[in-house]
């Protein structure tokens, strides 16, 4: 046995009988007897019972360990699995209590996988590719953390030794937790005491993702709806149609839209350009336009409008009525909801942004829109 800072290191042994061998225990075996304070040993046993691979070795956290020289301790548990043969795969199992403000999408790409989150980040020529799947659940964070061959795009395309669903099953078992199962807790014991045989495994490609489907007008009144719901604002939307916005700068090209009318006397006009670029995000004729927060917002008395880009897309945003002004910074952050022409002003501001709204959408979108009684074709 050796110790290293954080870790306790165990290598491989003989087959642990009830996890990877002939009792054929699965993870639901582990839910088994009350509840119990969770240890490394045990955090990794659950994660085990969901791999097919088995690893080469098992490396332990050891809780509580200093991992700074100023004597910080290591709030986790669980442990480091390695896989052969060169380069080593590893899976880095971990529970721990969850930071605020966790913002792990903020600096990598991120996906919904089926319950939980898969984030990641390329590799070079130096370095490995990382990817990880992960909750945050009961106030703690419950993650999966590959290294390993090299990751060059979004990782359900990439050959990996192992099925990214068997990583989702782990971080979502309730048994993969701060407070576990006794029975969790025995089968770490044994697991700590009887080691693991590893099992040699090659990458395999994983099916690549459905390409999303395209945004039809339907699917984009109900992008809308979904973003009004989420407002707080679901009965805002009275009809729609198809439609594209005559814009102060003229009859738009190559773009596309819906008209929907709200409550207040208001129209509503989403319109969707393929491409992006500053002829597209200009301030048009007869508006007074400020940039703020990634999007330029323009207006004029009776219209206002916000102008929102990606690589891929450019989305305008127009809102017609009495009342609608041509906001300014200080105007925007002064609406409230009990003035609804204001409130329903800044409040569309950040529909471009929102899921579904542009090129490309999703099944559930499409569904969705299908069902939309208020929306005429």
Request: hydrophobic share 40%; charged share 25%; glycine share 12%.
């Amino acid at each position: 046995m050796i110790w290293q800072r954080g870790w306790v290191v165990l290598g491989s042994a003989a087959l642990v009988a009830g996890l990877t061998g002939g009792c054929g225990t699965t993870a639901s075996d582990l839910h088994a007897g009350g509840p119990a304070p969770a240890t490394s040993e045990a955090v990794v046993a659950v994660a085990l019972s969901h791999l097919t691979p088995q690893p080469y070795s098992i490396e332990y956290r050891e809780p509580g360990a200093p991992i700074d020289d100023v004597g910080t301790k290591d709030p986790s548990i669980g442990g480091l699995l390695r896989w052969k043969p060169d380069p080593d795969w590893t899976l880095d199992v971990q529970v721990q209590p969850a930071r605020e403000g966790v913002a792990v999408c903020s600096e990598r790409d991120c996906v919904e996988l089926g319950a939980a989150t898969l984030t990641w980040q390329d590799g070079g020529e130096d370095n490995p590719g990382t990817l990880s799947v992960w909750v945050v659940r009961d106030g703690e964070l419950r993650s999966v953390d590959f290294e390993g061959i090299g990751i060059d795009g979004d990782p359900r395309a990439t050959e990996l030794p192992f099925d990214l669903n068997e990583l989702e099953e782990i971080v979502t078992d309730p048994a993969f937790a701060l407070e576990t199962t006794t029975a969790a807790v025995e089968a770490g014991e044994q697991l700590a005491r009887d080691g693991v045989e590893g099992s040699r495994v090659e990458p395999t490609a994983l099916r690549e993702p459905d390409p999303a489907p395209r945004t039809t007008p339907r699917a984009l009144a109900a992008a809308v709806q979904e973003f009004l719901d989420g407002a707080g604002e679901p009965r805002l939307i009275r009809s729609g149609r198809a439609d594209t916005f005559v814009e102060p700068g003229g009859a738009v090209e190559d773009g596309w839209g819906i008209a929907l009318g709200l409550r207040h006397g208001l129209t509503l006009h989403v319109t969707v350009f393929g491409e992006a670029g500053d002829d597209i995000t200009r301030c048009q004729p007869t508006l007074t336009c400020w940039p703020w927060d990634g999007t330029v917002h323009a207006g004029r008395d009776g219209l206002s409008g916000t102008f929102y880009s990606t690589d891929a897309h450019s989305v305008h945003v127009w809102l017609e009525g009495a009342g609608v002004d041509a906001i300014t910074h200080e105007w925007f952050l002064e609406a409230e909801r009990r003035d609804h022409i204001r409130w329903v002003q800044a409040m569309l501001s950040g529909l471009g942004a929102a899921d579904g709204v542009g090129v490309e959408t999703t099944p559930e979108l499409v569904s969705a829109g299908e069902k939309l009684t208020w929306f005429q074709d």
